[in-house]
């Protein structure tokens, strides 16, 4: 197959996998007394290329997410040599160290995994230097991703310290909060752990009125996401299919 004949049938599956994906959000909200455009749909475009990224553009899509900072910057740096639309969103969605909240603020539109105040403190530090070097003139929009079973290991903010985190990053001038973030652990059944979710957020939501984005549900279950509550689903393998081998 020619270079045009592959980049033709890529932009064809990739149409058809994200039509089927918003009739499937479209049927979810539906079903749990939702209006169909109020649950955004992120496709992560980690581990693909920068290509995939454009047709994905082409197709009408204006938001990205990303889990890597190292792949992240330089797909952005390629995606940009052939879209210049300014209104592109890039969303860090994946676990995010202090040592890289610098650079993920110079191209970062929203930070999905924000869990504690030393990391807020250092994503508002690379917004700081991120403002002085010209890479970027607004605040970081941040959601807090919470722990639902208290494990350490899969990154989370618990329920204890949340009220904290939330006046921290609510007080900083360099950082937005938008919301919460939350994953099902392994093993949980999805309607569980969404509703414990759901009602974290309706905790903050008393003390931080504007922080009304709810990031839940993936491609297994983005379902049980949306029917309780869930205002951005970040869907992978159900849009870009089976990740790319390295």
Not at 32 to 40: I, S
Not at 193 to 212: C, I, N, Y
Not at 213 to 225: K, R, V
Not at 230 to 240: F, H, M, P, W
């Amino acid at each position: 197959m020619s270079e045009h004949g592959a980049v033709d049938a890529r932009r064809a599956e990739l149409a058809e996998a994200l039509a089927a994906v918003r009739r499937r959000l479209d049927e979810a909200a539906r079903a749990a007394g939702r209006a169909p455009g109020d649950v955004a749909l992120l496709p992560v475009t980690k581990y693909f290329p920068a290509s995939d990224a454009v047709l994905l553009y082409e197709l009408g899509c204006r938001s990205f997410g990303e889990s890597r900072e190292q792949e992240a910057g330089a797909k952005i740096a390629r995606f940009r040599e052939s879209v210049t639309d300014p209104d592109v969103a890039w969303h860090m969605i994946g676990r995010l160290q202090r040592n890289k909240a610098r650079a993920v603020a110079r191209w970062a539109h929203t930070i999905h995994s924000v869990d504690s105040i030393r990391l807020a403190d250092a994503v508002a530090a690379g917004v700081r230097a991120a403002r002085e070097s010209g890479d970027r003139t607004t605040p970081i929009r941040v959601l807090l991703q919470v722990s639902l079973d208290a494990d350490p290991q899969r990154g989370g903010v618990v329920a204890a310290d949340l009220d904290a985190l939330a006046a921290a990053v609510a007080g900083a001038d360099e950082l937005e909060l938008a919301g919460l973030m939350g994953v099902p652990p392994l093993g949980w059944d999805p309607d569980a752990a969404f509703e414990q979710l759901a009602g974290m957020h309706a905790d903050v939501l008393r003390s931080h009125p504007g922080a009304t984005e709810l990031s839940a549900g993936m491609s297994g279950d983005l379902e049980q996401a949306v029917r309780w509550g869930s205002t951005c689903v970040r869907v992978g393998t159900a849009v870009l299919g089976r990740r790319p081998l390295a």
